[in-house]
């Protein structure tokens, strides 16, 4: 594993005690330029896992607790006028930034979702006729609750197909439990976390981007992908972009697996997290 991998991955777990495989996906779909939805009750540490990899790697952070009354000009930004200059200024929305936690995505309307994963999909935000390209990297953390359904705007199969991987946190076992309170007693382990990397993701991203796919494995997930379509029990085949976070996912997982090549196994260890979703 790369030195840098690893130091990031050995700083989060400071804090997110317990959920290793959690933190080397979320990892691997961040260096895999993709967008995570993480699927869980409230309490199970979402939001400590995106403000521990802000810090960690670096990155600017915004977050954004979606309600029904949210629109979608709290995302994009506005423009207000100045009397002083007798223009229009541009305010920020909260995606001009590197890392967003976009808290309960499907308590927003579908016309605030849709600004969100149209900026998640395009990388850009257009506002009065001037388009702003948002920062790089841009990364989204997005939240459900799979058990409150009550006001909720359940999100489009073509809306999710947006998010590279989905995962859940699920509940600490007993002994981590312990650890979390123990931890927790006297301070809060995040103000100790220490930034790994500035300014250096997208290098990151750039090397994971560069590991070699022999036609092999091109052909491995093109047949796990054309039997999603053909199974009588899917009703939903995977898409191209699907089989393309396939693809990138895998390169992600060899990289921290310190080789520059995918094998089969990178693709069936991140199979279900890209494709249950879609």
Not at 187 to 207: S, T
Request: charge should be negative; aromatic fraction near 6%; include cysteine.
């Amino acid at each position: 594993m790369n030195k840098k991998i690893e130091d990031i991955v050995s700083e989060v777990k400071k804090v997110v005690i317990g959920k290793d495989e959690i933190i080397e996906k979320v990892l691997m779909a961040i260096l895999a330029g993709g967008h995570i939805l993480l699927e869980d009750v409230p309490g199970v540490g979402k939001t400590t896992l995106a403000l521990t990899f802000s810090k960690v790697l670096g990155l600017d952070y915004k977050r954004m607790q979606f309600t029904p009354d949210s629109v979608p000009s709290d995302i994009t930004g506005f423009s207000v006028y100045n009397k002083n200059s007798g223009e229009f200024q541009y305010m920020e929305g909260c995606a001009m930034t590197n890392l967003l936690l976009a808290d309960e995505i499907n308590r927003a309307s579908s016309k605030t979702q849709s600004a969100l994963l149209e900026v998640m999909e395009e990388g850009k935000i257009t506002v009065d006729g001037v388009t702003r390209t948002v920062e790089k990297p841009f990364v989204v953390i997005a939240t459900q609750n799979p058990t409150g359904w009550i006001g909720t705007q359940s999100l489009p199969n073509s809306q999710l197909d947006r998010f590279m991987i989905r995962l859940n946190m699920g509940y600490p076992d007993m002994n981590n439990l312990i650890e979390i309170m123990k931890d927790r007693h006297h301070e809060n382990p995040l103000d100790k976390v220490k930034h790994v990397i500035n300014n250096e993701l997208i290098n990151l991203q750039e090397l994971a981007g560069n590991i070699y796919v022999s036609d092999e494995i091109y052909e491995y997930i093109s047949k796990l992908v054309e039997k999603t379509r053909e199974h009588e029990l899917i009703k939903l085949g995977i898409s191209p972009r699907g089989a393309l976070a396939i693809c990138k996912m895998a390169k992600a997982k060899a990289m921290l697996g310190g080789r520059d090549y995918v094998v089969p196994q990178d693709v069936q260890y991140i199979f279900k997290d890209v494709c249950s979703h879609r």
